[in-house]
């Protein structure tokens, strides 16, 4: 590998070209290594505010958010945004009901950052969500891979990244995926097999 990484992505639906694309895995392997990571489908949202100057961001509790719900950005006491459950009829009137979402409450008015999360790891950040926006996310069941080198503290991939990836679609039937990867001629090549082959 000298050096390279294995980076898992997961897509987010609908993606604007503003999206921050962060690898969801970030494997530092050796050659004839193995590594390993879980994946379930439960989303979480945090809130990230940058101060004055972007000298003292502030990030949110984790809040787990299902599909069909819909969470607000409030600051109690005029404190940093944390998320609280907004009414269902709110979440029926913003969502639809594959979509996880929050809503930008806050007072007074700040702008945040939402970042969404799947098993507890960041998969995109969605900048400068101003007040009364709503911030909507789900993603496709497909897993992401590219061979990279180490990443800068920080980097984020754009939307456009996923043309140089490998995807392969993940479905609730495989409890186990085993991704073996070889090198040929200079390209790097992706073998899959799951539980279901064997």
């Not at 970030?26 to 879980?38: N, R």
Request: net charge negative; charged share 20%; glycine share 6%.
């Amino acid at each position: 590998m000298h050096g390279k990484r294995v980076l898992v992505f997961l897509r987010p639906s609908q993606p604007k070209i503003d999206y921050l694309v962060h690898a969801w895995q970030d494997l530092e392997i050796s050659s004839g290594a193995t590594a390993y990571f879980h994946f379930d489908t439960k989303i979480s949202a945090r809130l990230l505010t940058h101060g004055k100057h972007d000298t003292n961001p502030t990030l949110s509790a984790e809040q787990i958010i299902h599909p069909g719900e819909l969470f607000l950005a409030t600051r109690p006491e005029y404190l940093s945004p944390t998320l609280t459950m907004a009414p269902v009829g709110m979440a029926r009137a913003r969502l639809t009901p594959q979509q996880s979402g929050v809503y930008n409450d806050t007072f007074p008015y700040t702008s945040v950052d939402c970042i969404w999360q799947v098993s507890g790891s960041p998969v995109v950040t969605i900048p400068y969500l101003d007040w009364g926006m709503t911030s909507t996310f789900q993603y496709d069941p497909v897993l992401y891979f590219l061979i990279a080198a180490p990443l800068v503290t920080g980097e984020n991939f754009t939307v456009q990244a996923f043309t140089d990836m490998t995807p392969y679609p993940v479905v609730p039937e495989i409890s186990r995926l085993d991704v073996e990867i070889t090198r040929d001629k200079g390209r790097w090549m992706f073998n899959f097999k799951t539980d279901l082959d064997e």
